[in-house]
């Protein structure tokens, strides 16, 4: 037998094997993985508001940024959120804290 053929055979090939062995395998959870809703989390976005549109000296319209933040509360079946909402618009600064509900009407009435 050749070199080379000899070499694949004693290092090569159980580099090989040992490489694909861990293939696909993934580790053993210890506990459940907590659900999520799809509206938990951090939500960014712009708000524009515009001040008596139909009067001929009304401002301009004004944008600021705005972050929704939902989090899920727990036993409620994902469906009852702690909400935060911050403002930095011009017309409307300010953070509050409030909860809120989906309901299984809202949610047939969205689809």
Known sequence: MSRWPR???RVI?????ALLSACGKEATP???SAQTSFLSGTWRGTATIQVNPGDPRA?????GP???TFEAVPQTNLQ???VTIQS????LAMETTAS????????RHSL
């Open 88 to 91: 930095t618009h011009p017309w």
């Open 59 to 63: 401002p301009p319209p004004s944008t």
């Open 7 to 9: 070499r694949f055979v």
């Open 80 to 82: 009852t959120f702690r």
């Open 66 to 68: 705005m972050v929704w």
């Open 13 to 17: 090939l159980p580099i090989a094997l």
């Open 100 to 107: 809120t509900a989906l309901s299984s009407s809202s949610l």
């Open 30 to 32: 210890t506990a459940p």
